[in-house]
């Protein structure tokens, strides 16, 4: 899908960060909730998602999730295109489910 000329991406980050101290939890937490605030939405747990318009806006956002990264922990930033995250094959069980779709974008004329 593309918009404008410009491909659009999904960023998508993993996480496996130690909750294991009062201090680590409160970490993860704040981690969790900068994706959030960021516009990020939980494809699974320690796995979200966020759509964005350009690889430049995907650049963006994710600078911003890697100045918020904690202290410890393993975090993973992929970045790919509409036509790449739409291969991915989702499952509950043995039945398909269909990805998330890409949001809509507001069209000016």
């Not at 956002?61 to 509409?82: F, M």
């Amino acid at each position: 899908m593309s918009f404008g000329g410009l491909n659009t991406m999904w960023i998508i980050v993993m996480f496996d960060l130690p909750t294991d101290t009062k201090a680590a939890r409160k970490e993860y937490t704040r981690f969790r909730k900068s994706l959030i605030e960021d516009g990020f939405t939980m494809m699974q747990y320690s796995v979200y998602i966020r759509h964005s318009s350009s690889d430049e806006n995907a650049h963006v956002h994710a600078s911003r999730v890697k100045s918020t990264l904690p202290d410890d922990g393993e975090v993973r930033i992929i970045k790919i295109t509409d036509k790449q995250f739409g291969r991915i094959e989702v499952f509950f069980g043995n039945k398909r489910k269909p990805i998330e779709q890409a949001p809509l974008q507001l069209q000016f004329f």
